[in-house]
């Protein structure tokens, strides 16, 4: 029993490899200037050399906790926290200029979440990514003004995107389609006549990708990412000469054919989707034992509700 579960943690920790080469590439201003123009509405009609110019490198932050209190986020990964509220931590955060909304001596930003998800269909609990989403999204909001006072100033706050990348178990019917999710405002009675900017402070978008990558599309550009297709990722993004860029992409990708070799060589012996399950379980119980994870991110990470998570660290502590 033990000598299998060192073979699935050891095959996991090839896993958490890969997984951190993904999100730096995706920290990358030039890999994500591409999904930007084609999921921000605001730089739709912008190159990519400009989105790229538009992003503040400085905010980019992997993995960051976000709450109510303080309304502070940068690339330092600043740890906030909040007394009432569940914690998030984005995937990957960070603001660039609204180009609709900013002049020469004006700067208005968007906050801009993104993630990408292997499980489109999330269990234990189940939930619909979309209400995961907007509530991300919400949060990313009301982070802005911290502190709610009789004086606090929403004017100041600016338009948040959450984009999500789902990669995997998307139902047939909405394979390689993008939704957009947003807020429009309706005349009941009369009519109001506004700027679009007082009620236009929130969209998510979902991108569900597809085995067969649509030429030309948002969708062959990310495959041709997380496959390492220079030929295809210079279509949309000049990283020819970007020696930084293409040693990310690189490292990502011998991480991610190593891990599908292993896999099927431990899916013929053992079934490797409920080995992986389990041994990434195990060692995320391993890290909150050791006290490198805290309970509440564990149980993030297992896509678990924290009290189920806690029933799992009793069951394994028995065990050993």
């Not at 000598?3 to 590439?25: F, H, M, P, Q, R």
């Not at 109510?68 to 998030?88: C, F, H, M, Q």
Request: proline share 3%.
């Amino acid at each position: 029993m033990r000598n299998e579960t060192k073979v699935v943690l050891s095959a996991l920790d090839g896993w958490e490899k890969y997984d951190n080469a993904c999100k730096k590439t995706w920290m990358l201003k030039e890999i994500i200037a591409p999904v930007l123009q084609y999921t921000i509405k605001e730089y739709q009609t912008h190159t990519v050399s400009e989105i790229i110019g538009y992003i503040n490198a400085n905010s980019i932050a992997g993995d960051v906790p976000v709450d109510d209190l303080p309304a502070y986020i940068n690339s330092d990964g600043t740890e906030l926290s909040s007394p009432t509220e569940k914690r998030v931590f984005f995937d990957i955060h960070f603001t660039a200029k609204n180009p609709n909304l900013s002049s020469k001596d004006v700067l208005v930003m968007l906050h801009v979440d993104f993630e990408v998800q292997n499980d489109y269909e999330p269990s234990n609990p189940s939930y619909p990514i979309t209400k995961r989403a907007i509530y991300y999204a919400a949060r990313e909001l009301s982070a802005q003004l911290g502190v709610v006072t009789g004086n606090t100033n929403y004017d100041a706050l600016e338009k948040v995107y959450s984009i999500w990348i789902c990669n995997e178990k998307i139902p047939e019917g909405l394979k390689n389609s993008i939704t957009r999710y947003h807020i429009e405002k309706e005349d009941i009675v009369g009519i109001c006549k506004e700027s679009e900017s007082y009620h236009d402070l929130l969209e998510v978008v979902i991108v569900r990708r597809g085995a067969e990558a649509l030429e030309n599309t948002l969708f062959e550009y990310l495959q041709a990412v997380f496959t390492t297709n220079f030929d295809i990722i210079n279509k949309y993004v000049d990283v020819e000469n970007n020696d930084e860029v293409k040693e990310v992409l690189k490292t990502m990708c011998g991480l991610g054919e190593s891990l599908e070799l292993k896999g099927i060589e431990k899916g013929i012996e053992k079934g490797i989707e409920k080995g992986i399950e389990k041994g990434k379980l195990l060692q995320l119980i391993e890290l909150v034992l050791s006290g490198d994870l805290t309970e509440e991110r564990a149980s993030q990470k297992a896509g678990m509700t924290l009290e189920a998570f806690k029933k799992e660290i009793q069951e394994a502590t028995i065990l050993a």
